[in-house]
């Protein structure tokens, strides 16, 4: 079992920059992908970036390319997320995924590990 932890939302104003990490417990994630992923009271869950086992690969969804970062560090068991030039429409509950199975994916049901998610909210 792997337990994944978020920290690092919070409240920042359109503009500004906040790096939400992802904490792994339970067993090294450095063969896994592992993914970002955000949500809005009343819609689905949306693929925001992920990243291959072995970082060499990266998938951003078309809303945030160019503005947020992915990055994983196997010897720390950790993903971050860097977001630059935020908007009001990025505030959602964000969570970080892990997949077993080492290929990025944009889709949600490729992962098997969830964390419980951080608010980042973005006023205007």
């Known amino acids: 079992q792997v337990q994944l932890v978020e920290s690092g939302g919070g409240l920042v104003q359109a503009g500004g920059s906040l790096r939400l990490s992802c904490a792994a417990s339970?067993?090294?994630?450095?063969?896994?992908?592992m993914g970002w992923f955000r949500q809005v009271p009343g819609k689905e869950r949306e693929f925001v970036a992920a990243v291959r086992w072995d970082s060499f690969i990266t998938y951003y969804s078309d809303s945030v390319k160019g503005r947020f970062t992915i990055s994983k560090d196997n010897a720390r068991n950790a993903l971050y997320l860097q977001m630059n030039s935020l908007k009001p429409e990025d505030t959602a509950v964000y969570y970080c995924a892990a997949n077993s199975a080492m290929a990025a994916s944009k889709r949600s049901e490729s992962y098997d590990y969830w964390g419980q998610g951080t608010q980042v909210t973005v006023s205007s």
């Open positions: 339970g067993r090294t994630v450095s063969n896994y992908a």
